[in-house]
């Protein structure tokens, strides 16, 4: 509860520093739970949707070469919207059944996150996505190279949901009650989001194609 009362202070201080299409706003959340393996859509303190994830089989954390997911206060950067496969986030033309053999490609969409802390600062530069995979089947256990997986038909659905500067939380606890993650009192903004000139700077010049 400390810990969350900082972060929502810190973010209150600079409302007008950044567009406000990129603004968290605590009210529309997805909670991100490694314990369930499960990921929550939260719309005004009411769930809407829960989906069954992967984070990594590596763990957690956000040491450069770690393939590790970051934990903390997140934010949808952007969002690569068509194809099957993707490849240096362009669709090659290739369409996977869920489980074909071999293969473990990101799948579908590509929903980028920016960490919005210190213990999440290189998400962005590290490409943590959520995404679609072709490996279905370890759905529900970490088994990830870092990123968020989800079935293909879930991630779809779930970005059509997603605007840009959607908040996105990953806890290492379980889903809370969607009545606690509803908006703060005080006013929002993204005075934790990476100065844009870093962020510029360091978008990354290699795609992992395992995550």
């Given amino acids: ?6 972060v929502v202070l810190a973010l209150c201080l600079c409302a007008s520093s950044l567009p406000a ?3 968290p706003d605590f009210s529309n959340r997805v909670v991100i739970s490694v314990r369930d393996q499960e990921l929550m859509l939260v719309r005004n303190g ?5 989906y069954p994830v992967s984070t990594s089989k590596y763990g957690l954390g956000d040491r450069w070469g770690s393939l590790a997911t970051p934990l903390g206060f997140l934010q949808v950067a952007e969002k690569i919207p068509v194809g099957a496969v993707f490849h240096n986030r362009r669709w090659t033309g290739e369409v996977l059944s869920p489980n074909a053999p071999g293969r473990d490609p990101v799948l579908t969409r590509i929903i980028w996150l920016r960490g919005l802390e210190a213990e999440n600062a290189h998400a ?3 490409c943590i996505y959520i995404h679609g995979t072709t490996e279905e089947k370890t759905i529900g256990r970490p088994a990830s190279y870092g990123c968020i997986r989800m079935k293909s038909n879930d991630v779809t659905a779930l970005y059509s949901q997603l605007p840009l500067g959607e908040l996105v939380q990953i ?3 379980r889903l ?3 009545s606690k993650v509803a908006a703060p009192s005080a006013p929002v903004s993204n005075a ?10 360091g978008q990354p010049s290699a ?3 395992r995550a």
């Fill in 1 to 6: 509860m400390f810990r969350t009362s900082m």
């Fill in 21 to 23: 299409s990129l603004v």
């Fill in 46 to 50: 009411v769930k809407l949707a829960t």
């Fill in 124 to 126: 962005f530069r590290r």
């Fill in 171 to 173: 806890i290492q606890d």
């Fill in 176 to 178: 809370p009650n969607a």
């Fill in 192 to 201: 934790l989001a990476p100065d844009p000139k870093r962020v510029s700077a």
């Fill in 207 to 209: 795609f992992r194609p």
